[in-house]
């Protein structure tokens, strides 16, 4: 059983649609983090949030802790073709634990 | 350039056959681990290390030991691969965490198959 579920597992869109992607567990984090992975390399941190309640603007891509520090949302707004890739969170209380990843396809 | 490197990138061996994946990191970092990438499953720790000479287990550690003998590299053994093991590797480095967020830098992983 996963810490942390990701969903939905696969989203396919049309360039320009909005997207967003939920990582939810039953545990509290002290912080939750983001990374995005391409084919054929390692995953690359996106963004920290700390703060229950805490949003983080990355241009395009809005990330949300929840206020209780036990879920966060990440919100893509007019996805484009290079936002293509595996989405991962990964929640720390003494280790950091990872989602299985919501695999993002955004078709021009 | 600031990088986490493994080496082999591919690698297809047989049940039994001791192998060794390398990892290396110019960063300076104290903190290392090995995950494995398995899909539905996202990223599982294999082990970890805090710094030299100091590791520990992960979440799966069956059938894998790790040495660290240098801070720059984080060396991952199997001593006899299994087709269970056949998977996606990733070592990662940080800043020693303690009990702080900081960003895991990855390698570019290295696909194992075992027949």
């Known amino acids: 059983t996963q810490l942390l579920e990701q969903s939905p597992q696969f989203l396919s869109i049309q360039e320009g649609e909005n997207l967003t992607v939920y990582c939810n567990s039953s545990?509290?984090?002290?912080?939750l983090q983001w990374y995005r992975q391409e084919p054929g390399e390692g995953p690359v941190l996106l963004v920290t949030?700390?703060?229950?309640?805490e949003v983080k603007k990355l241009k395009r891509l809005t990330f949300q802790f929840g206020d209780a520090r036990k879920d966060s949302s990440l919100h893509i707004t007019a996805a484009q073709p290079g936002d293509t890739g595996l989405y991962l969170c990964?929640?720390?209380?003494?280790?950091?634990?990872f989602g299985a990843g919501t695999t993002v396809t955004v078709r021009a | 350039e600031a990088q986490v490197t493994q080496n082999p990138r591919y690698l297809i061996t047989v049940t039994g056959k001791k192998l060794t994946v390398t990892c290396s990191q110019n960063m300076n970092h104290e903190y290392m681990s090995w995950y494995r990438q398995d899909p539905g499953l996202g990223l599982r720790q294999i082990y970890y290390?805090?710094?030299?000479?100091?590791?520990d287990k992960g979440d799966v550690p069956e059938g894998y030991k790790v040495s660290r003998k240098e801070k720059r590299n984080f060396p991952l053994i199997l001593e006899s691969p299994s087709p269970n093991q056949t998977s996606l590797y990733f070592c990662a480095s940080s800043e020693n965490r303690g009990y702080a967020s900081y960003e895991q830098y990855f390698g570019p992983g290295t696909r194992l198959t075992v027949t």
């Open positions: 949030v700390v703060t229950g309640g």
């Open positions: 990964a929640g720390e209380d003494y280790k950091l634990s």
């Open positions: 545990s509290v984090f002290s912080s």
């Open positions: 290390s805090m710094n030299v000479e100091v590791t």
